[in-house]
C-alpha cells in the first residue's frame, strides 16, 4: 500500500510563494497518476492539479492554471506543487494523492469528493496566505 507524507505548508503573505511536496513509501508508486487537491474551511475538498504516471501530461484547476505548476520525480518517489503568487483564496489545506484517475473538464464534472476516484492519500499540510 501506498503511503504519502506531505510536507512544505505554512504561513505566508500574499504574492509569496510555496513549494509542497509528497513522498511516497510502501509500494509502487511509478504507475499512479499524482494529484494535488485542497480543502479549504468549510468548503468541499476540490481538485488543484494532477501529473500522469509517465509525467508527460499535467492538468490544473483554472484557479491555479499560470500560477501553480505540479511535477514528479520517480526515481525519488516525490511529487511536487510549486505554488507562485499566492493570494488568500488559496489558503486551504494540501492533499497530495496517487490513483489512476486521468483528469480533465470532463473527468472533473462527475467525479465525487472527497476521494474523487483517488486511492491514497496524505494527511494534508496547511496553507495559510494572509493579504
Known amino acids: 500500500q501506498v503511503q504519502l507524507v506531505e510536507i512544505g505548508g505554512g504561513s505566508v503573505q500574499a504574492g509569496d510563494s510555496l513549494r509542497l511536496s509528497c513522498t511516497a513509501s510502501?509500494?509502487?508508486?511509478?504507475?499512479?497518476?499524482m494529484g494535488w487537491f485542497r480543502q479549504a474551511p468549510g468548503k468541499a475538498r476540490e481538485f488543484v492539479a494532477e501529473?500522469?504516471?509517465?509525467?508527460?501530461?499535467?492538468y490544473y484547476a483554472e484557479s491555479v492554471k499560470g500560477r501553480f505548476t505540479i511535477s514528479r520525480d520517480k526515481a525519488k518517489n516525490t511529487a511536487t506543487l510549486q505554488m507562485n503568487s499566492l493570494n488568500p483564496e488559496d489558503t486551504a489545506v494540501y492533499y497530495c494523492?496517487?490513483?489512476?484517475?486521468?483528469?480533465?473538464?470532463?473527468?472533473?464534472?462527475?467525479?465525487?469528493?472527497?476521494?474523487?476516484?483517488?486511492?491514497?492519500w496524505g494527511k494534508g499540510t496547511l496553507v495559510t496566505v494572509s493579504s
Open positions: 501529473i500522469t504516471w509517465w509525467g508527460g501530461r499535467t
Open positions: 494523492s496517487a490513483g489512476n484517475v486521468e483528469f480533465d473538464e470532463a473527468t472533473l464534472a462527475v467525479a465525487i469528493p472527497p476521494d474523487y476516484g483517488m486511492d491514497t
Open positions: 510502501g509500494g509502487t508508486f511509478s504507475s499512479y497518476a
